[in-house]
Each structure stands twice: as structure tokens, then as C-alpha cells.
């Protein structure tokens, strides 16, 4: 194909994309995030088309940049890195172009900037070093064994059997299968060495020559030569001014060992022919189902590239239930005496410290806690300004939270399913911070990101309506369009992949678009959303049953229930009055006002139920009412709930009383409700039957706090007399716990 007619095809191709991002498409149009997937597959197919699209990507971003477009500049960017990641023979006028642009977005406001500065440090890095970003998620990814490269991935997927059919769990297992079946620790290797000398030495390297001796050579060899450009690589990214041209020479030695003297850049007598493809390998995925009590493991991790034991702790299924997170009894044989016991990590961080020679001859109690600093005990990763709002997203693995630990481990957990997967994967995220403030032993080495695909059950024949996607999909798709394009539209993808017959035929090579697109995600998606957990307090109407204290994430349904809780004395209720529909309720809340200034209203009304949302369905102002008025805060100001309240009114006319509903919607950032005339209430949590409670008579909701915050005081007691201040200043207003949902770019306001 001629050069114009390839530029042509691809600037069609690109337009295409444009024209997906400023139409309003239906959430699930089956075309959406088609154009960007066959876009990457026309380089991967063709690298020479790679340099083409580089500068269209480049022209178009010029012309965002001045004509204001901005809703286009985050996923130009993130088409345009994906490219340069998998990409040799990139000029470097034209990274210098993308780098410039990148820094003059520097000066634009969030999420924009935060994007923009990411891929300017990456960009800084593979100017200077050609490749570094291609050999580094290979080797992190895969978990390729290298001691100047320590950092490694893995990416659990979790599917929940009762949420998601078979059918579906079945095609996604067979399709990573595939994929991986072919992904070897030496065909890996293989694309690390000769992506690296391509990218250092361009139309020098014989490609094909080299192609063909990487495949001829026995494992030690290919290990040997791996260790030296991963060396080479890593050696000059790391020194303060990298010289490429330094670079280029040591490449090129590896290069000519490996060919021979023939294949330096003055030996003519090797045919230079069209350069291989060189593919970017899927993430190494394990497939779980999320089941109540145990972790059902469908593709064991190969023995000889497992991760250490932090990775194996991370099992969001089997953490304790919160009553037996209380105590923890250690049987124990030994003196009783500190010196005695073997150095375990329960230990002090620091050996020889003034802390452990005063714990020398301490005795030792039944409980096992360590003592942290104030500032560990709310890691980086997890912290964050209340709210749904987005934060810059810190490269994975990378960083110490205590000294002398590397967070050398990153852990992308990748679930699927409905708003009721979400709530089930909260209660685990919950329950895993909770055990951290009594063992903290994963945070300091691990980090941990979460990523949300939906997925909705399959629905019966005769619905012959779309099917609506959850509600935190939907907001994640109104803020950030460019997951809307990618991810929301799987879900129909997703289902049709499960209808179709699987393929007997392995070794034809085929293109999985739904690993895909959850590869680009999971590669791309480093902009967090942070969601505000709430509890719960349950009050039930059997005095003998003690309370109980849940969580949600996105909804509190509440039900009149038909029956009532026995009369105890008399019923307050007066003599001749009809009493309607519904049930007399008590709210208590605190008004959210924009000054964030407490204000407690207290009011009684008839209702037939009401939903606690803590998902901002539109950024419209609600409507208020005599008993609700108008919120005082913005919309934009997402930590507060928003409460439906179906109110009954009394009328009085000719015909005699009659009663009406009427819908009435306010804010509030905690509310307390009580039944007042013996009808009991049925609660539902994040839309799940599995979590409803029955005869309640009143239940509390408040934001719910970080379990470390609520414990500060006992986990650093030495600071008590230099900063007891601060400690019970913090400990008197905790902090709320967030959970992340990782997104192309966060809120686009």
C-alpha cells in the first residue's frame, strides 16, 4: 500500500474514533470501542504504519489544543502513548513534538495536567532510552526474573458465579487460555531483546535475521542475552544524563555478538527485509470465582513465577468476619518473654533500634500487635481528600512506605458483574483495611488497584428492551467518556462472546477482543475515582438480638413491611384516626451545607419507603420539599447521600379522606431513622438479596471510618507525649474510608 493511501486509511480510522467521543452514542451501541481496538490492531499488524500514526495522533492533538476541544485530549493521549509503547522507529522530532505538548498541558487544570505529567515522565524516559517502556511491563507483567527490574504484576480477575452465567465466566476463561497458552517466559524474552535492539538501532537492525537467531537459541543462551539489554537498558535510564548514543554503542555490541561481525552497522552482505511484527503480550491473568468462603482457582500460577507471600496474602475471600478480627489467641509455648521469641514478622522494623532494646525483657501479651508510626497508619495509596474526585495516579509498584521496603508488587484486581459485585467487593475491601491496622504486613510492599467491568445478568427472552447498566458504571461513563467508549461497552460484547461456539481449532492465531480491551484498561485506567463506603447500624424490633453494623457502597433500599412489632403498653396512636398507607418515621440528619458547618434537622413524616443513594444519578440539582428544602451544596460536591423519601399526604374533600404520594429528595452526609408506630422495616444493601435484613425499627447511617484512624491512639502510644494534640485531634474526627475505581482520567469536569 502506497504511503498516502496508508495515511489515509489510518486518518479515517482515527476521525472515526473523534466522532465516537463527541456524538451521544447509547451507553451500549455494539460499534463503541470497536474503532479503537481495530486502530491498534492495523500497527500491531504493520509496525512500519506506527511513525504514521504517531504524527496523525499528534496533528489532532494540535487541534484540540487550539481549538479548545479538551473532551478529545485524554484519549489522544492515551491512544498515542499505547502506540509508542509497542512502537520502534519513532523519531526523535516527533517525541520531542509530544513532549512539548504534554508540558504545555501542564498549565490546564485537573485531570488534565495530571495525565499530561504522567505521560511526560514517561515520555522523558523512552526519549533518552528507546524501549525502556516496552521491556518494563513485559517483564513486570509477565514476572520475568530480573534483579535491576525487581518490580512485578499480577491481575486478578474475579467473576462471581450467582452474578454472571456460566456461559460467560466459561468463554472469558477460554479466551485467556488462549492467549496465555502462547505467552512462554522465552517467547517473552524473545520480544524484550529484539524489541530493545530495534528500538536502539532502527533500520540498522536486520530484523529478520534477528528474528530468526532468537528463535534458533536453546533457553541459557536467550537468558544470557535478556540479562545483558535488560542491564544495558536499565543502566543508562537510571544515570542523572543518559547519553543515547552511548546507548546505541553497548546495544549494538550486544547485537553483534549475537549475529555475529557481519550484522554491525558496516556489514552490507545481510538482506534487510520487512521487520516482524513484535506483539506486546497480554498480562499474565488468574481467573477466580468469587465464592462466600474460599478462592476457586482456575488457572494456577506457574510455579517458577509465582510472587512472594505478599501476593498470596491478597485473598479478598477469605478474610475472618469482623467478629473474629476482635481477637486473635496465639497458643503459646515459650517463656513469655520477648527475647525469646523467634524474629518473625510480627517484629519491630528496625533491629538494634532504642525500641527494641526496651522491648528486650518485656513480656509478651496474648494479642499480637505492632506498633506504627502516625503516619504509616494511613498509607499513601489509600488516602485522599473526602469525596468522589480524582487524584494523581502514582506509577504502580513503585515507592516506600516504610524504610528499607520497596513496594516492589502491584496487585490490579479486576472484578465483573452488577452494583452487587461492587457491594461484596467493598465489604472485602472493608474488611481488608481492617486487618491491616492489626497486622500491617501487605500495605508497605504492595499496591493495590481496583478495576470494575460491568457485567448484568442475563436476561429472560421476553425482555426485549435494553438492559440498563449498573449505577456506578453509569457515573463512571458520564465522567470519563473515554471509559464509557472502552469499557461500558463490553458488557454486551462480553455477552455475545458467551453465545457463540468455541473453537476447537488452536492453532489458528485469532484476535480476543475482550482480552483486548481489558488488557488496554488495566495498562491505561491509573486515574482513580475514589467512592465513599457507608456503614450501616441495625437496629432489630427482638430486643435479645444485638445490633448489627454492615456496609454499602451504592444503595439503601428501605421497605414498609406488612406486619408490626408487638404493642408494648399502648399504641400512641389516637382513637378515631385512620391510619393510611405506610408507616410514621422519624429522621434525623445532618443538613449538607456547602460551609460543611453541622446543622441537625429533625422531622416526622408518613412514608411508604425510601432509597439512600450514595451514586449521583445526574449532575442536575434535586428538587427539595417543605420538610426537605433545597441542599445548600453544589451537586458537584458528591460525599453526601442523596436521600428519596415517598412521603403519603392526607387530603380532605367531599368524597372523604384520601391519600397521595409524593417523592421528596434531599442531602445529608448522616441520617438516623426510626419507625414510630410498630411497623417494621426491611433494609436491602447495594440492590443484593443476600444482604436484606427484616424487622428492624431503626437503623443508623453514617460515612464509613478508616479502621486505622479509629485506632491511632493505641497503635502509637509513644507519641502521646510529644503529640497527644494531634492524635486525639485526628482521632476525634476519623477519616472517611474511599474506595479506588481506576479510570482513563478521573472526574472530566
Not at 528474528?211 to 535478556?226: D, G, I, N, V
Not at 478480627?325 to 522494623?349: F, M, N, Q, Y
Amino acid at each position: 500500500m502506497e504511503s498516502s493511501d496508508v495515511e489515509l486509511d489510518l486518518q479515517r480510522s482515527v476521525q472515526a474514533v473523534l466522532r465516537e467521543l463527541s456524538t451521544q452514542a447509547p451507553a451500549l451501541q455494539s460499534n463503541q470501542g470497536m474503532w479503537r481496538w481495530s486502530l491498534h490492531k492495523k500497527v500491531e499488524r504493520d509496525p512500519g504504519k506506527s511513525p504514521v500514526l504517531v504524527r496523525i495522533l499528534l496533528r489532532e492533538l494540535e487541534k484540540a489544543e487550539s481549538q479548545d476541544l479538551r473532551h478529545v485530549i485524554i484519549p489522544l493521549l492515551h491512544t498515542v502513548m499505547y502506540v509508542l509503547t509497542k512502537a520502534t522507529g519513532i523519531t526523535e522530532e516527533l517525541y520531542q513534538r509530544i513532549y512539548a505538548f504534554c508540558t504545555r498541558l501542564l498549565t490546564l487544570p485537573t485531570p488534565y495536567c495530571t495525565v499530561a505529567l504522567d505521560c511526560a515522565i514517561r515520555l522523558k524516559t523512552e526519549m533518552a532510552v528507546p524501549g525502556t517502556l516496552y521491556q518494563r511491563m513485559v517483564i513486570a507483567e509477565q514476572n520475568l526474573t530480573n534483579e535491576l527490574y525487581p518490580y512485578q504484576e499480577r491481575v486478578f480477575l474475579f467473576v462471581d458465579p450467582e452474578l454472571v452465567s456460566a456461559s460467560v465466566c466459561s468463554a472469558l476463561l477460554l479466551e485467556i487460555e488462549a492467549a496465555q497458552a502462547q505467552q512462554t517466559p522465552e517467547t517473552c524474552m524473545r520480544h524484550v531483546v529484539s524489541h530493545a535492539l530495534q528500538a536502539a538501532l532502527g533500520e540498522a537492525c536486520h530484523a529478520g535475521a534477528l528474528h530468526r537467531k532468537l528463535q534458533a537459541s536453546p533457553r541459557r543462551t536467550l537468558e544470557h542475552y535478556f540479562h545483558a539489554v535488560v542491564a544495558a537498558l536499565e543502566q543508562m535510564a537510571s544515570e542523572a544524563s543518559p547519553s543515547r548514543e552511548g546507548h546505541v554503542e553497548r546495544l549494538e555490541e550486544i547485537y553483534c555478538s549475537l549475529l555475529g561481525p557481519a550484522a554491525g552497522r558496516c556489514g552490507g552482505d545481510l538482506v534487510q527485509e520487512r521487520p516482524p511484527s513484535i506483539p506486546l503480550p497480554s498480562p499474565y491473568i488468574t481467573f477466580h470465582l468469587w465464592t462466600g468462603k474460599e478462592l476457586v482457582l482456575f488457572l494456577r500460577p506457574r510455579s517458577q513465577l509465582r510472587l512472594s507471600a505478599d501476593l498470596e496474602v491478597l485473598d479478598l475471600q477469605g478474610l475472618r468476619p469482623d467478629r473474629e478480627l476482635a481477637r486473635v489467641s496465639v497458643l503459646s509455648t515459650d517463656s513469655g518473654i520477648e527475647r525469646d521469641l523467634p524474629t518473625g514478622a510480627d517484629e519491630l522494623p528496625a533491629p538494634g533500634s532504642p525500641e527494641m532494646e526496651r522491648a528486650g525483657l518485656q513480656r509478651k501479651g496474648g494479642i499480637k500487635k505492632r506498633a506504627w508510626p502516625l503516619d504509616f497508619l494511613m498509607p499513601g495509596s489509600w488516602d485522599g481528600p473526602p469525596g468522589l474526585h480524582r487524584r494523581t495516579g502514582r506509577p504502580s509498584g513503585d515507592g516506600e512506605m516504610l524504610p528499607g521496603v520497596s513496594r516492589l508488587h502491584t496487585a490490579r484486581v479486576l472484578v465483573l458483574g452488577d452494583d452487587r459485585m461492587l457491594g461484596r467487593l467493598a465489604q472485602a475491601y472493608h474488611r481488608l483495611r481492617k486487618r491491616e491496622t492489626q497486622k500491617f504486613c501487605l500495605t508497605p510492599r504492595l499496591s493495590l488497584q481496583l478495576y470494575y467491568i460491568p457485567v448484568l445478568a442475563p436476561e429472560k427472552p421476553a425482555a426485549s428492551r435494553q438492559p440498563e447498566l449498573g449505577e456506578l458504571a453509569t457515573f463512571l461513563g458520564r465522567v470519563d467518556p473515554w471509559y464509557q467508549s472502552n469499557v461500558n461497552t463490553l458488557c454486551p460484547a462480553i455477552h455475545k462472546l458467551a453465545e457463540m461456539p468455541p473453537s476447537l481449532d488452536t492453532s489458528r492465531t485469532v484476535d480476543p477482543f475482550i482480552l483486548d480491551v481489558i488488557t488496554y484498561y488495566i495498562r491505561m485506567g491509573t486515574q482513580p475515582i475514589y467512592f465513599q463506603i457507608y456503614t450501616v447500624k441495625i437496629f432489630f424490633s427482638d430486643l435479645s438480638q444485638d445490633p448489627t453494623e454492615d456496609i454499602f457502597l451504592i444503595e439503601l433500599k428501605v421497605k414498609i413491611q406488612d406486619s408490626k412489632f408487638p404493642k408494648d403498653g399502648f399504641s400512641p396512636r389516637r382513637r378515631g384516626v385512620a391510619e393510611g398507607p405506610g408507616a410514621e418515621l422519624s429522621l434525623c440528619y445532618q443538613k449538607a451545607l456547602l460551609s460543611h458547618r453541622p446543622r441537625e434537622v429533625t422531622v416526622s413524616l408518613r412514608a411508604t419507603g425510601l432509597i439512600l443513594k450514595a451514586i449521583p444519578a445526574s449532575d442536575t440539582e434535586v428538587s427539595g420539599s417543605s420538610h426537605c428544602p433545597l441542599p445548600a451544596a453544589p451537586v458537584t460536591d458528591h460525599t453526601c447521600l442523596n436521600v428519596n423519601v415517598t412521603e403519603v399526604v392526607k387530603s380532605s374533600n367531599l368524597a372523604g379522606k384520601s391519600f397521595s404520594t409524593v417523592t421528596n429528595t434531599f442531602r445529608t452526609n448522616n441520617i438516623q431513622i426510626q419507625s414510630r408506630d410498630q411497623r417494621l422495616l426491611t433494609l436491602s444493601l447495594d440492590k443484593d438479596d443476600q444482604r436484606t435484613f427484616r424487622d428492624v425499627v431503626r437503623f443508623e447511617v453514617a460515612p464509613c471510618p478508616e479502621p486505622c484512624s479509629g485506632a491511632q491512639k493505641s497503635k502509637a502510644p509513644w507519641l502521646n507525649l510529644h503529640g497527644q494534640q494531634e492524635v486525639e485531634a485526628i482521632k476525634a474526627k476519623p477519616k472517611p474510608l474511599l474506595m479506588p475505581i481506576n479510570t482513563f482520567s478521573g472526574i472530566v469536569q
